[in-house]
């Protein structure tokens, strides 16, 4: 595919709309369906779009195998310090009405948090596992040295 200079010049224009409506999805979960996980799956699609077109090595270049592997850390420490937010404020876990002095602001901003460690932990657990299957076989140097 590395030679197909409309699937290039496609993934070159699509790539960054596909990733802009991830953002969407994330962004929009309050008012309809979508959210973190959702978001997530899409902006994950993106990067492996434009490693499939461009080659391993620039989908490794674009999300580098270990910024995926702290996504997936940090969005399940993410979703977890929210929960204990929720505890240290006085409520219960992932009680989101003690994040503010106005509940529905505080369960407007838990709510905010943890789809947003879902769409780290989503995109990271999708990239790592594409970056694991499509680097078997390979040789290191065909996975960027990594």
Known sequence: ???DIILRVVA???????????????FHADFGPGGGF???????AAVVFYALVFGLRAGLRLVPEAVAERM???G????AGVGLAGIALGGNYLDYFVLDADAVHGQH????WVEVG????VSGVMLKLFYMFAGRGGTRDERGGE
Do not use: S
């Open 1 to 3: 595919m590395k030679d």
């Open 12 to 26: 070159k224009l699509l790539t960054p709309f596909m990733l802009l409506f991830a953002l969407y999805v994330q």
């Open 38 to 44: 959702q978001a997530g799956v899409i902006a994950a």
């Open 72 to 74: 997936l850390a940090a």
């Open 76 to 79: 399940a420490l993410l979703y």
């Open 109 to 112: 901003r838990g709510i905010f």
């Open 118 to 121: 879902v769409l780290f932990t």
